[in-house]
């Protein structure tokens, strides 16, 4: 097949490439430049970029970079910064990889006749073995490695993009990635896991990033029965579940912030309980196979996890008219910040039924 | 290291057409002859004190003449720098640093000139829809500085689109409207096609530089009158008549000199030549491919340049597909990570859609057979390209 794989410059991605070499595609590499801004860490830094040449080159195959900076401010910085001033919870690597990687690219690979795009994700697709004539199924399954999987971050694929993605790294372990780098002599055999936000600079940080974008407002922090306890200089910096940074005086119980109301600036701040619900209501859900939606008024047990590393938790999910659902959890469950993306596996938590976002 | 595998798409790795002579050029066999003595034997530093020192420094003497002769300058007014950039740099920071006045260029230059300039402060003049220096808004922000101008910096030839700027009305402009300031050219893309003797003639200071003639890279030229005093960039051994240290790149001196010396000589007979292969490139292309617009009509332009902004394709797809098949060609300027960055001199033009812009650019050894090669394989690229991308292109 004709691939081309997706090189961020880490190590990863450089062992994604070198193993499709060896499965004997022809493998074009691409780095995608995404932001225009100054930023020293992630995706979109010069350093990087050279890491992922200097990898190709070692390879022996050809890299280009693809300039995406307008669709990137446009579908992830953007939203980024709106979402912080409304007062939910962004997910920009998730939005890159709907928006960017899987769409974006996948398009522009497909224009220019590749058969398939690649990334160094830790995943596995899975083609499910049906019938003559019949359609063939993909299935979207955690990588082997449980620390490392990412399946959280392309749950939005498609059967339409599983059916042309590569995950060449999703069945190994991070050890054996590392391992085939340094036998390869790959110089990002020990270059550390990116872990910020791609486009904040390490050096200027998220509150200056957004201080410059968005006008903060100084909220009133109250307790439950509304009463003015504390004082907060930007509440589109609060987050849901947030203990510390909320000018509250020592000592007393540990409180924590339960509600956000944003038209009134106002921080409400209690017990933990507080944070505890029995049901999270999920919009704008995707499926990795449309035939796995149940249907209206039907039930579906799932595992759900609500961040990139957290811990599955059992509900019983159920459908609603339009993109939107409702989890029943087993047990009571902290509120999910609205924004959060809420991804669904199958009961045994191996694969990806699809996601969406907490309202 | 693995074998490198055939690329996806290229039959015939070998069979490359270079459509990039705006970039640089390939080095002429003659022009690396006249180097490599100075590469291999003739090794010495002209600045020593003994016959091996003096062999180097004839040669960097004579060479010093011819560059003169064929820009039509003095020889004491030649500065040998390691290119374009370094010339162009030391012009406007010398003259900004002398606080005199303001420094002045139109907003379509290279960035080796708007870079410095904005870099001290100076003024962004308008172009017109053709690249060139708006001669009205020119005279208006001469008028306007407050402090005087001291630098006026307009480009011979514009490096995207090809544009030639006619200096001399120009040039009376600047006398009539800041008669103290020093008139520079950044004239690198000029010396394959313009008569650069013609230029040096109205201008106070013009930049050349040897790869976009044949010549190696990493030198070039500043080119100054008597009046105009250079503060150096670099300091030390005082080379250059203390107007640029370092010591002498004899070779690449000497082939700067040989490759203009060739260039202005052998000028009018590309202009002919390579005009027609440019004329039947595009004229074959339009005819070939609907939706394909010149960005400058051709009497604006030097002989070698194409610039289109073609229909339904974004360049960065169209640029890979040619490569894929051997044609090298060029959108606007590249960034540090080698991406596409949106094309500031399309910008200053008032082009909106600059997403199909594209630059071929032909040379000396640019031939009929790599013209009709190229005109199949830009066909061919993008009538898929749009058949492709007619369902997702927003």
């Known amino acids: 097949m004709k691939v081309l794989v997706a090189m961020s410059g880490g190590v990863d991605s450089s062992v994604a490439a070198a193993e499709l070499i060896d499965a004997g595609h022809e493998v074009v590499g691409v780095t995608m430049r995404l932001w225009g801004g100054s930023s020293d860490t992630g995706c979109c830094s010069v350093a990087d970029v050279d890491d992922a040449r200097r990898v190709a080159q070692q390879l022996g195959i050809d890299h280009v970079v693809f300039n995406f900076s307008d669709d990137f401010n446009a579908a992830v910085v953007a939203p980024y910064v709106e979402a912080h001033r409304n007062g939910t919870t962004p997910n920009p690597c998730i939005e890159c990889n709907r928006h960017l990687k899987f769409a974006r690219l996948s398009e522009r690979a497909d224009a220019l006749d590749f058969d398939a795009i690649a990334t160094g994700h830790h995943a596995r697709i899975e083609r499910l073995t049906t019938g003559t004539g019949d359609e063939p199924r993909w299935l979207l399954r955690r990588g082997a490695d449980e620390a490392e999987d990412q399946s959280y971050v392309v749950h939005m694929l498609d059967q339409r993009e599983l059916a042309r993605t590569l995950f060449p790294v999703g069945g190994m372990s991070k050890d054996q990635v590392r391992a085939i780098a340094a036998r390869r002599g790959l110089r990002t055999a020990s270059k550390p896991d990116s872990q910020d936000v791609c486009f904040i600079g390490r050096t200027e940080g998220r509150d200056v990033f957004l201080g410059s974008r968005i006008p903060f407002r100084s909220g009133r922090v109250v307790n439950t029965d509304g009463e003015q306890v504390g004082e907060v200089p930007a509440v589109e910096l609060v987050t849901l579940g947030q203990r510390r940074g909320l000018g509250l005086p020592g000592g007393g119980p540990k409180r924590y912030v339960v509600a956000v109301d944003h038209n009134t600036a106002t921080v409400v701040v209690g017990d933990e309980e507080l944070l505890d619900v029995s049901v999270t209501e999920v919009s704008q859900v995707v499926w990795a196979d449309p035939r796995l939606r149940p249907a209206l008024g039907e039930t579906l047990d799932v595992m759900v996890q609500c961040s990139a590393h957290g811990a599955a938790r059992a509900a019983s999910l159920r459908t609603a008219p339009g993109p939107r659902l409702t989890l029943h959890w087993s047990s009571p469950q902290r509120r999910i910040a609205p924004g959060q993306s809420v991804v669904f596996y199958d009961p045994s938590n191996t694969y990806v039924f699809g996601g969406g976002i907490a309202i | ?394």
């Open chain 2, 1 to 394: 290291m693995s074998a490198r595998q055939s690329p996806v798409g290229v039959n015939d790795a070998d069979q490359v057409v270079y459509l990039d002579h705006a970039a640089t050029t390939p080095l002429r066999a003659d022009v690396l002859e006249a180097m490599m003595p100075h590469l291999t034997s003739s090794f010495a530093n002209p600045s020593g004190a003994h016959r091996l020192a003096r062999t180097a420094r004839q040669s960097v003497d004579e060479a010093r003449e011819v560059v003169a002769e064929a820009a039509g300058w003095k020889p004491g007014g030649v500065i040998f720098t390691s290119g374009g950039t370094e010339a162009d740099n030391t012009i406007v920071t010398s003259i900004a640093r002398s606080g005199v006045g303001t420094v002045v260029c139109p907003a379509a230059e290279h960035h080796a000139i708007l870079h410095p300039v904005e870099a001290h402060g100076g003024v962004r003049v308008a172009v017109d829809a053709a690249g060139a220096v708006d001669l009205s808004a020119l005279a208006a922000a001469l008028d306007s500085a407050a402090s005087g101008v001291a630098l006026v910096s307009v480009m011979a030839v514009n490096n995207e689109v090809g544009t030639v700027t006619d200096l001399a009305a120009v040039a009376a402009v600047v006398r009539r409207h800041a008669p103290d300031a020093v008139l520079h050219t950044d004239a690198v893309q000029a010396g394959a096609w313009l008569d650069l003797a013609a230029i040096g003639s109205v201008v106070d200071a013009m930049s050349i530089a040897a790869h976009k003639l044949g010549g190696p890279k990493g030198v070039g030229a500043l080119l100054v009158a008597d009046h105009v005093n250079i503060r150096p960039l670099l300091l030390g051994g005082g080379q250059e008549r203390d107007r640029r240290s370092g010591t002498h790149n004899v070779a690449g001196i000497v082939g700067l000199a040989e490759a203009l010396r060739l260039a202005q000589d052998e000028r009018a007979d590309n202009v002919v030549q390579i005009g027609a292969l440019r004329d039947r490139l595009v004229d074959g292309l339009r005819t070939e491919v609907d939706g394909i617009t010149e960005t400058v009509p051709r009497d604006r332009k030097v002989a070698g340049s194409a610039h289109l902004l073609i229909d339904g394709i974004e360049n960065e797809a169209l640029l890979f597909l040619l490569d894929r098949a051997g044609v090298c060609a060029s959108a606007a300027s590249a960034c540090a990570s080698g991406a596409m960055e949106p094309s500031h001199v399309l910008a200053a033009m008032g082009v909106t859609n600059s997403t199909g812009a594209i630059r071929l650019t032909l040379g000396a050894a640019s031939d009929q057979a790599d013209i009709e090669r190229a005109i199949d394989v830009l066909t061919e690229s993008i009538t898929m390209l749009r058949r492709r991308t007619a369902s997702t292109l927003r």
